[in-house]
């Protein structure tokens, strides 16, 4: 009897071991997708789109260079927010690592590529700068990390107002 138990006990670890390298596996995708896909554009528009390229009404696509966080925020504090987004960086991993629900791995893989796409532009670049070229002419102008690090907040905040009552998650 002891033995059938341990084999079942066995399955079901097992079988729960793969459903969480299956998630860490997507997540991990999806965040190396929002990595490459950002540098990638940044890398792009830091070639060709000195000049603004007039896309559709006011949307368009422009080079420039953010020395601050935010809206432009922080100016001349490049350093620091190098230093703080290493650290947020760090502690997204951690909690990715340990999620087990697809419904927060993802947003978070989202989130966490965003933050350390810019951490690495922000690294890579002599003057610590951010490149932002999405400029929809009524906000700020903005990247694929940005706009990664938005759909990720707004997604997880839906999960926190929509999850089902009693769902603590994890």
């Known amino acids: ?18 459903q969480q390298a299956r998630l860490r596996g997507v997540a991990f995708i999806a965040l190396g997708g929002v990595i490459g896909l950002d540098l990638w554009t940044k890398s792009i528009a830091q070639q ?3 000049t603004p ?3 559709f009404w006011k949307l368009r696509f422009v080079y420039t ?16 927010l190098l230093l703080a987004a290493a650290v947020i960086v760090a502690v997204l991993l951690i909690v990715l690592w340990r999620t087990r629900k697809y419904s ?5 893989a989202l989130l966490t590529g965003g933050a350390f796409g810019n951490a690495l ?11 932002d070229f999405i ?9 694929v990390a940005d706009a990664a690090i ?6 997880l905040g839906l999960n926190l107002v929509l999850r089902p009552r009693g769902d603590h998650g994890d």
């Open 1 to 18: 009897m002891e033995a059938s138990c341990a084999r079942a006990c066995s399955s079901v670890s097992r079988l729960a071991v793969s």
């Open 48 to 50: 060709r789109w000195s």
């Open 121 to 131: 532009g922000r690294a890579l670049r002599p003057d610590h700068g951010v490149v």
């Open 104 to 108: 927060v791995a993802l947003p978070l």
């Open 53 to 55: 390229v007039d896309l």
């Open 150 to 155: 938005t759909v990720g907040c707004v997604w």
């Open 65 to 80: 260079v953010n020395h601050g966080a935010a809206f432009s925020t922080f100016q001349g504090a490049a350093r620091w």
């Open 135 to 143: 400029d929809p002419q009524i906000w700020p102008v903005f990247n």
